[in-house]
């Protein structure tokens, strides 16, 4: 696949423009597409720092690992995404949610990857009571990205 070859191309020293975002996409892509990079998952799990450890960063980054073990069939990273999930679920609020509607999405689709479906209800729950009446999610107004995410992290839900 010409895309897949695309972004192979411009990883450089085993990330995509030295960016947590960047490679953890790149990474979440590829396994989606059967593609493996071992390199990429070595280099987000060996440049974790606290200048990362924000709940939507760290979600990210647990997808873009977990989703590359599963298609590698391996665990070299479980410890590390547990513990990191862990984290994440510590840091959510009393009423299931997180601080912002894109934030919550990520966190619980990482979550929901790691194994964590059972302790979810009241974040689904959360987001659930969240909808405006038109049917979009936003944390003040419409928000096409947040609505997506949340159709995304519903289906998810849903099949897990």
């Known amino acids: 696949m010409s895309s897949v070859k695309w972004l192979l191309a411009r990883k450089r020293k085993n990330s995509w423009n030295k960016d947590v975002y960047d490679t953890s996409y790149a990474l979440a892509a590829l396994a989606d597409t059967g593609t493996q990079d071992r390199d990429g998952c070595n280099w987000l799990y060996e440049h974790y720092c606290p200048s990362w450890e924000q709940v939507g960063t760290t979600s990210l980054l647990i997808t873009a690992l977990k989703k590359q073990d ?6 070299d990273f479980e410890t590390f995404i547990r513990e990191r999930a862990e984290w994440i679920l510590s840091k959510r609020a009393n009423d299931g949610g997180w601080q912002y509607i894109s934030t919550s999405n990520l966190a619980i689709q990482a979550l929901l990857l790691t194994g964590f479906k059972d302790e979810l209800e009241p974040s689904i729950r959360w987001l659930l009571k969240n909808v405006h009446e038109n049917g979009s999610w936003g944390n003040q107004t419409d928000d096409v990205n947040a ?12 099949k897990t």
């Open 70 to 75: 599963n298609l590698a069939k391996s665990k």
């Open 147 to 158: 609505t997506a995410l949340t159709l995304s992290t519903l289906g998810l839900y849903n």
